[in-house]
């Protein structure tokens, strides 16, 4: 076998090693944090209706404000970007352009705002 073969098949063996390695230490950090989890997790289950009051107030109340606060910066976004997509000749792609810009860039920033 040539030198050039040797060392293609040792370069693909190095990255398939790199990312066997990889996954393996992402396994073991998941691995920790659910041993921290279970560690922790026999005093929840003490006060079972706490923890499910604590979840009721902070999951389904707060569900209402953060979806009218999706909804009134959807307007807005909307308001703004028309003009910017009249211009172009791209108005027909206002529903899609809001969307992704809530869903992907806005949705989780006023999730975790409104959460905190």
């Known amino acids: ?14 990255r398939l090693g790199g990312a066997v390695t ?3 230490a992402q396994l073991g950090y998941v691995a920790r944090f ?4 279970l560690w922790h997790t026999p005093a929840a289950f003490r006060r079972i209706h706490l923890t499910l009051r604590e979840i009721y107030f902070s999951g389904v109340l707060s569900l209402v404000i953060i ?11 909307s308001l703004q970007g028309y003009e ?4 172009y000749g791209a108005d027909e792609q206002l529903g899609i352009l809001v969307a992704l810009a809530l869903v992907r860039e806005l949705g ?4 975790g705002l409104l959460f905190a």
């Open 22 to 24: 990889g996954v393996v």
């Open 34 to 37: 659910l041993v921290a989890v």
């Open 84 to 87: 910017t997509l009249k211009r």
């Open 108 to 111: 989780p920033v006023l999730a």
């Open 67 to 77: 979806l009218m606060s999706g909804l009134f910066v959807g307007m807005v976004l």
């Open 1 to 14: 076998m040539s030198t050039d073969v040797v060392n293609g098949i040792a370069y693909w063996l190095r």
